[in-house]
């Protein structure tokens, strides 16, 4: 049990997803590798997720006895799954004859700020993991919550009021990064259910290859379009204090994903990945006013209600005097709060009657060479006009071409892409995972 003394040892988080301490025995496994790592002389604190579709089935629970579910109350129920995975888990660590102790978000110090269910870390206040490691213990955190604070100036003070909060969905990976870059962690490591990062979901694209290693440019594009195996903010958070993450299988201890910055990675790949997004919703305003103005407040109304926009297109009119139409897509689950947000602006600002679409997906090609290569929209639209699919709305970044299609095109669309830029199993040098030609190239 003895390791190096503390001021000598590294430190490592280890943060494990709900399939990886779903059941007793993979709680009793991942108990294990905490305690392996524990045993090679590192400190270790460990963030744990609710178990198995625990989330889900709590969200349901709600939905149950409430149409609306107040947000501070579902924040209460929701935090009660990660905090039965820790307490399990030291349960099992105890008996391996190590000390564990488990804590609730707030216990750990992540203050958050007062957004319900989709609450921001804004401090994570160490000293009670620092005593505890200090103490030689191994310290198991909930994932996924905090404790509000309101803040107060713009100096970043705040002032804790305490109300249990929750990240958003895959939030335990947030908490993992934030309490690495607090404790100035060696490396915060993902595990989960699948052996990486993927330049697919494997679950759609049995081919798909894992990435020896993805820059941060990359990941938050890649997060940020639906690869949900990190939650964008975990990624930017990373990104922000410099964490090292490494994304790997929690059922064999084969090397993962590494998240680095470009320079670490040397290398831009055309298309490192496709990602792909479901369960999204377009709203069309229709014979917008064209004025100043205008857009600002639209996406000003979807902010006040928390809903979170992504693709966006408006086109000024041709002739002067003509009306504007605006489109947008959103999370499905927000698109009742984007119209109840928006209603009132029919009358203010005199414009059409609210369209909405609930069928809509999304597929996206990443790569960080499209900065400098262009052609790679051509052979995306060109590739998935072949596979019949039909494009809705179209959106890029530097290193990102983004497709609204309908949600049932998805899988079509995200395999023809994968294949048509060559990104499978054959594409990718696995052996190699820091050479110059892991990835493929233009
Ligand atoms: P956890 O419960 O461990 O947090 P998640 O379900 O949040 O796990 O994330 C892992 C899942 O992410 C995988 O099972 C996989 O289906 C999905 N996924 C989507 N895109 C990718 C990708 N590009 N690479 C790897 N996994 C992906
Ligand atoms: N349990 C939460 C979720 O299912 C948080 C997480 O797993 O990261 O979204
Ligand atoms: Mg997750």
Known sequence: MAGPPSELASTVVMKFGGTSVANADRIRDAAQRIVNAKEAGQRVVAVLSARGKTTDELISMAYEVCARPDPREMDMLLSTGERISCALAAMVINELGHHAESLTGSQAGIVTDETHTKARIIDVRTDRIERLLEDGKIVLVAGFQGTSASIRGDDGEYEIHGNVTTLGRGGSDTTAVAIAAALGADVCEIYTDVAGVYTADPRLVPDAAKLSMVSFEEMLEMSASGAGVLQLRSVEYARNHGVRIHCRSSFDDGPGTFVLTEDETMERPLVTAVTHSTEDARVTLTQLPDRPGVAGRVLSALAEANVNVDMIIQNEPESEGRSADMSFTVPREDLEAARTALQPLVGELGMGEIATDPGMGKVSLVGAGMRTHPGVAAKTFTVLGEAGVNIEMIS????????????????????????????????VRREDPRGPDHRPRA
């Open 396 to 427: 890029t970044s530097p290193i990102k071409i983004s497709c609204v299609v309908r949600e049932d095109d998805v899988p079509t669309a995200v395999r023809e892409l994968h294949r048509a830029f060559g990104l499978g199993e054959n594409g």
